[in-house]
């Protein structure tokens, strides 16, 4: 079996908009004689728009016709048509995703750019997208050693750490390019944040005041030291923790950073020097290219440069959000596809029991949302025929309000389970509910999730991991 499918990514970023096409090859890895594994094999980026200036109607508003005019009009220079797309991403980032009629706007391009194409927004998965994009989880595998990308765009900087090809934490800060405007030789606008962290140091930081070259070099030098007190190359001052995006958390602790790749609209104004006028793109974007650059802590790691910087983000959307389920899946005919899952994460799975409470407990959090739910669950331990019928029983009686609810029954496992579990949870269900069990899929709690149409004979399916949670 071999399957090609089209994907879009499609980036609405602080300072720039733009469109990917990419295509997804499906085989089935498995011999004749054995359990297929389905598995991507192939991703190809066939059609890249140009880069445009994100549009805004003001400070606080984005141009939705103007967005939407860009992407039919991308659409049609590819020769693609939304029908002939079958996952992918249209995504809101950076300071953009703060604008009021961001959820609008995405729902009304999620519509435009294909039926099984999801809205996306949030920190954690901009990060993810971007190192994936620009190549970083295969960068530090093929050099067994650890890389963090810093994705600094307009309105924040997206940090994802790779240990040897494994993901081990991602970040996220206010701090970008285009969190200063200049037009005419004056400011024109300043983000509230790193007005502040200026002020903290002596520099006088205001809309209306002259754009002097020294004193915003100055105050880029200042975001590229957060930046390097972020990846714990400096000590963390008094200003660093309010500049985490949406209150959020610094990377973990872990093994030594030994290499850094930059990705984002600022990534080449840090890996060329830029003459001329600093103030050209209407911000600070190159001054702040130059203080990374010429940041000493920075300088301690070995810089690397990835395979897309200012696509990065958008190429990630294009081809790296769309996984497969594992080889042994179940799921009711007629049920699949659904969109938008939110994921319950069922805790304390050590026991038949801790995973009833944990559903029990969990549940009513998430059904008066008054739509479908995910459980995800690993399930490793539960291998043997006693104990999948333990944990079986365990996730109907936790999930009784589920089971008596109009929607189906959704199961995600990592361990590959899927088609046994699901097997003991449809025989405790009488075959009359609707169920859908898949395997080989991580997912935390706080995603959602998108199930497509089954592949293979209905041995697997393509799930898109997403997060639709916006800045505020």
Known sequence: MRKVMLSVGVDIGTSTTQLVFSRLT???RAGSSLAPQVRIVGKEVVYRSPVYFTPLRSEDEIDAEEAARIIRQEYRAAGVSPQEVETGAVIITGETARKRNAAGVLEQLSGLAGDFVVAAAGPALESVLSARGAGIDRLSA??????????????????????CGELRGVSCLDLGGRLVKVAQGRITYVYPKLGALAAARGIRLEAGGAADRA???RVCALMAGQLAQALRLEPRDGCHEGLYTNGGAPLPEGRPIRAVTFSGGVADCIYQENGGDCFRYGDIGVLLGQAVRENAALRTLKWLRPEETIRATVVGAGAHTTEVSGSTIRCSHGCLPLRDLPVLKVGEEASPE??????R?????????GAPLALALHGGQYTGFAALQ???????????AL?????PVVLVLEADIGKALGNAVNALLGGGKALVCID???????EYIDIGMPLAEGSAVPVVLKTLVFNT
């Open 26 to 28: 499906m085989e089935n």
């Open 142 to 163: 093929s050099l067994g050693t650890t890389v963090v990308n810093l994705d600094i765009g307009g309105g924040t900087s997206n940090l994802a750490v790779y240990d």
């Open 215 to 217: 004193a915003l070099y």
């Open 354 to 359: 801790g995973v009833e409470a944990s559903i």
């Open 361 to 369: 407990k969990q549940l009513p959090l998430y059904l008066p949302e």
């Open 390 to 400: 333990g944990l079986a029983v365990a996730i109907v009686r936790g999930a009784d």
């Open 403 to 407: 089971v008596k609810s109009a929607y």
């Open 440 to 446: 080989g899929i991580r997912v935390q709690g706080g």
